[in-house]
């Protein structure tokens, strides 16, 4: 039976992917860390421990003691803060990865590595509609540049040590079970909590600003696919695309004013209205599709109905 370690199961993917592991491989099975407290129910759902992945001696004494045979490292410092930090930005994305492969090349029960990559590895040079797997890659982000230096790191250590790499280039991403962490996608989930809570919203993009998301639920079944699919059948060793479905904020008003008919919405485009004019407006995953079968459930009609009935839920409203 494979025991599986999730880095950063306190986050957005984290959480969500953890319960859903638990499910597959039995909650004794999959242990989550993370540099913070995570929810309740990855705490009392299965084993849990707070462990820096910065820490190279702890993580490598973890990994052998507990027989790890799969990591998903997840912890990243995401596009919206890296840029108030830069250095400290690159050195937790950067040292974190290195600490994972190093220890994936040495340790013989390590198997497979998921790390996540993230559109930010386009720039404004890489043509934004239908953004194919192989392309210009020029970002102009700290975030960008880490996750297109550590897509090259992942197909070296493929290539030259023969370790298990699986990547997803991810979209931006919505989900009800936690709230934004510091993205240039985020107004997509912040949207909700505020059309729910106040019925106003004030957008960080302009109303036409048109980019690729992926509910959480297709992103974490699309991550264990991968990572379950014949390594024989992975042309990619970098990371591949993912696209989702492509729409721009007056969209998702629209949208979610089906429900909500009264929401007020105002747009006051700040510094991350730069990142995301750099990034694609829609992305091709056919290599996904055609390497490891990719497919999603949720299109804009059904992730909205789904985020306001779950964050209703969640206040109660």
């Not at 040495?106 to 720039?123: L, N, T, Y």
């Not at 493929?158 to 991403?173: F, M």
């Not at 079970?177 to 240039?184: D, P, R, S």
């Not at 721009?248 to 009264?262: D, F, G, M, T």
């Amino acid at each position: 039976m494979d025991n599986i370690l999730v880095i950063g199961a306190a986050g957005q993917i984290g959480s969500e992917l953890t319960i859903e592991l638990r499910k597959i491989y039995g909650s004794e099975h999959v242990f989550a860390t993370d540099i913070k407290q995570a929810s309740k129910d990855i705490v009392d759902g299965g084993p849990f421990q707070i462990l820096d992945v910065l820490d190279d001696k702890r993580l490598i004494h973890f990994v052998i003691r507990h027989k790890i045979t799969q990591i998903y490292h997840l912890a990243a410092v995401l596009s919206g803060n890296a840029e108030r930090i830069p250095i400290q930005a690159w050195n937790i994305n950067m040292e974190s990865l290195m600490n994972i492969l190093d220890l994936a090349k040495e340790v013989e029960d390590i198997k497979k590595v998921f790390w996540p990559s993230s559109i930010a590895v386009f720039g404004p040079t890489t043509p934004r509609v239908n953004t194919p797997q192989l392309t210009v890659m020029e970002p102009r982000t700290v975030y960008g540049i880490s996750k297109q230096a550590g897509e090259r790191w992942i197909e070296y250590y493929n290539r030259r040590y023969k370790v298990d790499t699986r990547s997803i280039r991810y979209p931006g991403l919505i989900s009800f079970k936690t709230e934004a962490g510091g993205g240039t996608t985020d107004y997509a989930v912040e949207i909700f909590y505020d059309a729910v809570k106040y019925g106003i919203y004030e957008c960080f993009l302009t109303e036409n600003t048109r980019l690729p998301m992926l509910f959480m639920a297709d992103a974490i079944k699309s991550t264990i696919n991968l990572m379950e699919a014949d390594s024989s059948k992975l042309s990619i060793k970098t990371s591949y695309n993912l696209g989702g479905i492509s729409f721009s904020p007056e969209e998702l008003v629209n949208e979610i004013r089906k429900h909500i008919p009264l929401l007020k919405i105002t747009y006051k485009p700040d510094f991350r209205q730069a990142i995301a004019d750099s990034w694609p407006q829609s992305i091709d995953d056919s290599v996904a599709r055609h390497d490891w079968g990719c497919n999603f459930t949720y299109n804009l009609a059904k992730l909205t109905e789904v985020m306001i009935n779950e964050v209703r839920k969640k206040y109660e409203i």
